[in-house]
């Protein structure tokens, strides 16, 4: 059974910078992308990083590209993502969701791609 647990959510204030991390249990995930993604109220969830979990390669989406950093921690089966210069926009319940993936350079940036997926943490970025 495989279980992805968020922590590290919280209220911030815009400028500021939070540390989520996911710890992943179950399985090998040496085949696996793990992902980031997020769901402010009212809109879908949408990508937000990935790292495949055996090369190291990550991959961004352009609205957090050079504030959040995406990384992992093989011996503890551990993903965070370290999000700098925190922006209202950021607001959201962000997921840490897992997903099988072959191409050692390359991450699926869809949520149907995804297998696994967190019960949610919740960011809010305050003015």
């Known amino acids: 059974q495989v279980q992805l647990v968020e922590s590290g959510g919280g209220l911030v204030q815009a400028g500021g910078s939070l540390r989520l991390s996911c710890a992943a249990s179950?399985?090998?995930?040496?085949?696996?992308?793990m992902g980031w993604f997020r769901q402010a109220p009212g809109k879908e969830r949408e990508f937000v990083a990935a790292?495949?979990?055996?090369?190291?390669?990550?991959y961004y989406a352009d609205s957090v590209k050079g504030r959040f950093i995406i990384s992992r921690d093989n011996a503890i089966n551990t993903v965070y993502l370290q999000m700098d210069s925190l922006k209202l926009e950021d607001s959201a319940v962000y997921y840490c969701?897992?997903?099988?993936?072959?191409?050692?350079?390359?991450?699926?940036?869809?949520?149907?791609?995804?297998?696994?997926w967190g019960q949610g943490t919740q960011v809010t970025v305050s003015s």
């Open positions: 969701a897992a997903g099988e993936n072959d191409y050692r350079f390359a991450v699926p940036r869809a949520v149907g791609e995804y297998d696994y």
């Open positions: 179950g399985r090998a995930f040496s085949r696996y992308v």
């Open positions: 790292i495949n979990w055996s090369s190291g390669y990550t």
